[in-house]
């Protein structure tokens, strides 16, 4: 009986991870595959390209989890990557551009848990709104074009080879892995995380037991935007140019991150492991399939599959639970 | 149960006045309940207990009156500030966060913590003190609620308020999804909660278990007191006499009908949210009750009939036709209609127009190849309109801006158009006006008269003596009986569907 409880704690803490490592498994036993997927340079590129995305899905988690949703994030990344290229082209010292980026996409997720929370309007809506007028802003403020900033160490953020080679992985990853860290504990261990998880299960109960729910979300939205606008800023780094039309979409890759790895889109649950790797399965199955030389669509559809699949055995997992 | 009769008073209320509109819901209402004293209040669907336990609980304002609490003037702007003067609600649905835990649940928005983070090994001690002292120790901290049965996130909901150190407890309607056990177990945590000086304010339709938990009763009808006094001085029958009251008889108008043969048979019927299998014949030209309180089985027997419930077992048989699994669209290809206590929810397309609403079961006579003609449907529209009295703009005037009495002829204009035979009324008449009622009831007494069988759900006694022919009572799940209507009266219909015993 202990032995069998045992072996199902170990099989429910490795649950998460199953989805990854069957992915890293198959395309290791591919004979054209194998030689390259699993070398450590080919993971260092993984783990830089996953950054924008994983910096997205920190966010996003918080507001699936409070049961809300941001389909703003994309053009919130677009925006603040426009920025900080503007503010570094107009002269400014790198770090108060990045700064700039930072806090552009706070303020617009300030704006989206506002409105959310002073409207009354579903999440839905208004980030859909804020999808579009974010978008918009990047586009005008870059004048349509894409915006030139002299390189400077900000696009050291994302090199693949860091510059003092004893930090192994590029910088941006680092900040990846802290602040995933942070999240996690803040998720777990502080008040204001059991209260995220309290509003998005029963915010009518949260409200009664003296949660502040409208401050928690502003919180929540606010956070999640200054995670898209590091996003941007690291978005900036990879491009070395302010592009607004970057990242179109972008929102339903972080949204599907997030869902893979738990989290349910009405509320209450979710987890930051979870998101990340569900940003993995997503990145190493794109590396895969470029590797093997599939076009693109067939990415497409294997990701479509995954989401579908992925959510369901969620599901079953649950049913069998409760 | 004298010796709590000494007490000091805990919470009293005084000339409490609530309108909603033009409605009163409580007129000058007393109420006072002393330390370590069950009370339990008590009335009729609509009485005034929902609103006045809202009052108490600070989740709504009275118009006038005036509340204290141990002496002191409380008067609570929100529930909040009730549960802070130590007032706590258990409510029929609870109120608690599903994916959170027992803990988490528990200390939700009181959460010990230092510089934000959580610290939880004492108040871990604490909790599961608390759960011991309420005899369930079994229920593990870190469960997600809900993962429990209804029984245990009672307990857990239990455990916040006493946490929370309240004084007065108020239980809406507690044992109503408990079964027998669980209701032995909460009785005795209500026993030690008394004995620990709370005070509880007990709300149920359950009169046996009343007798059994509460040291005194308070009975309201229609907003005003009507009876107050030690449970041990009173009969049930004395309580039952003062929730009815007196009634009019003459509300309801009767047609003379004749009944034919069996029409609608059910033959241990059960469906998935039917506790026990139901027997039960409609002939031709009758009109059947169902009476009992909500959830005793009666809308749960007309959705398994209709097939809006999934069935499990038995047979339906429609005039000769046996139906095995009864399906929306087959019942009403066999003659049937159902009409949904939830007028809003399910019965109406709210924002949709009363012709699109009263012709949507049967397009049939409208449609040319593949085409429905707005015309004729605006023209059978308009002449039930006018048959039921609904008082419209249009037939192209949304539903949604009529009138509940008003709504509600337009979903029995659904069942007339479609000209089922067998029509399955849920509560028709809940909520609406009087002259509404009335015209409902010569409807159904015209419809017998044709020769069509109804099954009539209602939860108000009177008019199911008024209008029925046989009156069948469900208590938890069970039909107890079914009757002549003359062979009813109010009382005993209440005391079957509180006691379940004929």
């Keep these: ?322 | 149960m004298t010796s709590s009769n000494s007490n000091p008073v805990a919470l009293e209320m005084r000339r409490i006045t609530k309108n909603f509109g033009a409605t009163c819901a409580l007129a000058d209402v007393d109420f006072a309940i002393r330390k370590g004293e069950v009370q339990a209040l008590l009335g009729e669907n609509g009485a005034g207990k929902s609103t006045l336990v809202k009052i108490i609980s600070g989740a709504l304002k009275p118009d006038r009156g005036v509340m204290s609490l141990d002496g002191r003037p409380y008067h609570p702007s929100d529930p909040l500030e009730g549960r802070r003067r130590g007032v706590s609600m258990i409510y029929q649905e609870l109120n608690l966060a599903p994916h959170l835990t027992v803990e988490e649940n528990i200390m939700l928005g009181r959460e010990v913590h230092r510089g934000g983070f959580l610290r939880c090994k004492d108040i871990r001690k604490k909790i599961k003190e608390t759960l011991e002292f309420l005899r369930h120790p079994e229920i593990g901290l870190d469960l997600p609620v809900r993962q429990l049965s209804v029984g245990a996130r009672q307990i857990v909901e239990i455990s916040r308020a006493i946490m929370d150190k309240a004084q007065i407890l108020v239980m809406d309607e507690p044992t109503s999804s408990l079964a027998k056990e669980d209701t032995e177990r909460l009785f005795q945590v209500i026993r030690k909660l008394k004995a620990e000086g709370v005070s509880i304010i007990y709300i149920s339709h359950f009169l046996e278990e009343v007798q059994d938990v509460a040291d005194a009763y308070a009975v309201l009808r229609d907003g005003k007191n009507v009876g107050a006094g030690p449970m041990a001085a009173a009969t049930l029958e004395e309580i039952i006499q003062l929730m009815v009251g007196k009634k009019m008889t003459d509300l309801f108008p009767r047609l003379g009908h004749q009944q034919g043969s069996v029409l609608l048979s059910l033959k241990n019927l059960k469906g998935l949210r039917m506790s026990e299998p139901v027997s039960l014949d409609l002939h031709r030209g009758e009109i059947v009750g169902l009476a009992g309180l909500i959830g005793a089985g009666r809308t749960e027997t007309l959705r398994a009939i209709f097939g809006l419930d999934a069935v499990e077992d038995g047979l339906i048989d429609v005039d000769g036709v046996k139906i095995l699994k009864s399906r929306p669209w087959l019942m009403i290809d066999n003659g049937l209609g159902l009409m949904s206590e939830d007028r809003q929810g399910e019965g109406l397309a709210l924002p949709r127009s009363l012709l699109d609403n009263i012709t949507l079961s049967r397009f049939s006579p409208y449609k040319k190849f593949c085409f429905l003609s707005v015309k004729k449907r605006a023209q059978a529209a308009r002449e039930w309109m006018q048959a039921l009295k609904i008082k419209a703009q249009g037939p192209h005037q949304p539903v949604l801006s009529l009138s509940g009495g008003n709504q509600q002829k337009t979903a029995l204009a659904r069942l007339l158009h479609q000209d089922a035979d067998v029509l399955l009324l849920d509560e028709p008449t809940r909520g609406i006006d009087v002259m509404s009622k009335s015209q409902i009831y010569e409807w159904m007494g015209r419809l017998a008269a044709e020769g069509k069988g109804i099954l009539f759900v209602s939860s108000y006694f009177p008019e199911l003596l008024g209008v029925c022919d046989r009156i069948a009572v469900f208590y938890r799940g069970r039909l107890v009986e079914v009757r002549p209507a003359g062979d009813w009266r109010d009382e005993s219909l209440m005391a079957a569907s509180t006691t379940g015993r004929a």
């Design chain 1, 1 to 322: 009986m202990k032995k069998k409880t045992k072996l199902q704690a170990l099989f429910n803490l490795l649950a998460p991870f199953l989805g990854l490592i069957l992915v890293l498994v198959i395309f290791s036993m591919i004979p054209d595959v194998q030689s390259r997927f699993l070398r450590i340079a080919n993971l260092k590129s993984v783990a830089t390209q996953s950054v924008i995305v994983a910096l997205g899905a920190l966010g996003m988690t918080l507001i699936i989890i409070s049961g809300g949703i941001d389909l703003s994030a994309a053009s919130n990344i677009a925006l603040s990557s426009v920025i900080a290229a503007y503010a570094i082209n107009a002269g400014l010292p790198p770090l108060l551009g990045i700064l700039l980026g930072v806090l552009t996409g706070g303020l617009v997720g300030f704006t989206n848990g506002a409105l959310i929370t002073e409207l009354r309007l579903v999440p839905f809506i208004i980030t859909l709104g804020m999808m579009g007028i974010a978008r918009g802003l990047a586009k005008w403020i870059a004048n349509n074009q894409k915006i030139d900033a002299p390189l400077s160490w900000v696009n050291e953020l994302m090199a693949k080879s860091p510059r003092p080679s004893w930090l192994l992985l590029a910088p941006g990853v680092w900040l990846m892995i802290i602040f995933a860290v942070a999240m996690a504990v803040l998720l777990r261990y502080t008040v204001f995380g059991r209260h995220v998880f309290a509003i998005g299960s029963n915010e009518a109960t949260a409200r009664l037991c003296g949660v502040r729910t409208k401050r928690a979300k502003i919180v929540i939205y606010t956070l999640a935007g200054l995670f898209c606008g590091l996003s941007g800023v690291m978005e900036f780094s990879r491009l070395t140019v302010g592009d607004p039309t970057v990242a179109v979409g972008l929102e339903l890759d972080i949204i599907a991150a997030v869902v893979i790895g738990g989290g349910s889109l009405s509320g209450g649950e979710g987890s930051i492991l979870g998101s990340m790797i569900g940003v993995f399965i997503m990145a190493f199955l794109r590396n895969g399939c470029t590797m093997m030389g599939w076009p693109n669509y067939i990415q497409e559809i294997i990701i479509g599959v995954i989401i579908v699949a992925a959510v369901s055995l969620d599901q079953i997992r649950h049913r069998r639970n409760a």
